[in-house]
């Protein structure tokens, strides 16, 4: 299994971004999906997750700036980034628990996204 993150960038703060993600490699369902990030010096740590159904959950910090979105058909999942801040400088990885009876939690390569004051 293959989880392709892409998207990041440099932009000013105020700006957008919107991460991709594509998963690859699997028969087996795609359960939940989301991204994570992790700043330099600091631990990974949840953006959003969004389920096969579409239920979304976001970290307070990107509620209302942020919004989780994937495509079943394409095993894709999508991060808009709206009115972005310095703070929001880190690596974002996309995570995909996967399975059928058992189910295994799968990373991408990380995409980097860095927001200038």
């Known amino acids: 299994v293959q989880l392709q993150a892409s998207g990041g960038g440099l932009v000013q703060a105020g700006g957008s971004l919107r991460l991709s993600c594509a998963a690859s490699?699997?028969?087996?369902?795609?359960?939940?999906m989301g991204w994570y990030c992790q700043a330099p010096g600091k631990q990974r740590e949840l953006v959003a997750t969004?389920?096969?159904?579409?239920?979304?959950n976001y970290a307070d910090s990107v509620k209302g700036r942020f919004t989780i979105s994937r495509d079943n058909a394409k095993n894709t999942m999508f991060l808009q980034m709206n009115s972005l801040k310095p703070e929001d400088t880190a690596t974002y990885y996309c995570n995909a628990n996967i399975g059928g009876s058992r189910s295994y939690d799968y990373w991408g390569q990380g995409t980097l996204v860095t927001v200038s004051s």
């Open positions: 969004i389920t096969s159904s579409g239920r979304t």
């Open positions: 490699g699997s028969k087996f369902s795609i359960h939940v």
